[in-house]
């Protein structure tokens, strides 16, 4: 009963909150009104805020220094929840922009506001249309010196091991010669598993770690880079000590 009422409660607020921030949003991306970037700085942030708040959910952050300075980069992260969408989304100390299924465009409300803010919709079942996608992103992080998030498995992992990881980041990464940032979630499974609509609060905790660097690589090194990344990936969400960037001062796995 508690967290069918806690479900409830999240419903209530998120729909509230998702009118008022796309509003707030939609109107000054479309009126190019002069607090337009912090809109959609702040907006996403507050939205994202308030479902974690009223789910329930508290987020526990470790390795933010790895983001410190802020620079383009591409995110890559597990996925088990769309509370992984809110702790980062809602918490994230950069300028970030998410690469999402085509079909989010179509929410109502939350769609328009989405694309508003420049994040980028991706057809997964279209491979041209998909790698047309990733050149905007790319295009963006090289005007707006944005973080791109990913979710390279591609869906939410319905029982917490993690999916194949797609290699469409890490051409993105080799092609602008950016770093990959590797994160790992965890206890969001145990909060909102894939298919369910229910929510239980409590904890959980995103850990991110060292950059993994791509200099001197080119796009025939996409396996490699891809295989490091989900390693590190792994590693994170497994409690293991954060990696340093320094493998000669990392603890081994």
Same mark, same amino acid.
């Given at each position: ?66 983001? !410190?300075?802020?620079?383009? /980069? ?6 088990? #929840?769309?509370? !992984? ?17 085509? =079909? ?20 997964? #079942? ?10 905007? /992103? ?14 390279? %498995? ?7 091991? +993690? ?28 909060? +909102? ?10 904890? +959980? ?7 993994? =660097?791509?200099?001197? +690589?080119?796009? !025939? ?5 891809? =295989?490091?990344?989900?390693? %590190?990936? %792994? ?7 954060? #990696? ?5 001062? !990392?603890? =081994?796995?």
């Amino acid at each position: 009963m508690i967290r069918l009422l806690n479900s409830l409660r999240l419903y209530v607020v998120g729909l509230a909150s998702t009118v008022f921030y796309a509003i707030r949003i939609v109107g000054a991306t479309t009126f190019k009104t002069r607090n337009m970037e912090r809109i959609c700085w702040t907006g996403p942030r507050g939205w994202c805020r308030s479902l974690l708040r009223a789910g329930g959910v508290t987020v526990e952050w470790e390795g933010l220094e790895h983001l !410190d300075p802020p620079r383009p /980069a591409v995110l890559v992260s597990n996925h088990e #929840s769309w509370y !992984d969408v809110f702790a980062l989304g809602g918490h994230l100390p950069v300028d970030y922009r998410f690469v999402g299924k085509k =079909e989010l465009v179509k929410i109502p409300f939350f769609g328009p506001a989405w694309l508003a803010c420049g994040n980028i919709p991706i057809d997964r #079942s279209n491979r041209t249309a998909a790698f047309e996608s990733l050149r905007m /992103a790319g295009e963006k992080i090289r005007r707006e010196k944005a973080v791109v998030i990913m979710f390279p %498995e591609g869906t939410r992992s319905a029982d917490g091991e +993690m999916l194949p990881f797609k290699k469409g980041a890490f051409v993105l990464a080799l092609d602008l010669g950016v770093p990959v940032i590797p994160v790992g979630v965890v206890g969001s499974r145990e909060l +909102m598993p894939k298919g369910s609509f229910l929510v239980r609060p409590g904890r +959980m905790t995103v850990r991110i770690g060292a950059p993994i =660097e791509v200099d001197g +690589m080119t796009v !025939d090194d996409r396996g490699l880079l891809l =295989e490091r990344a989900r390693a %590190e990936v %792994e590693r994170l969400r497994s409690g293991l000590p954060i #990696s340093s960037g320094d493998p000669d001062n !990392d603890i =081994e796995s």
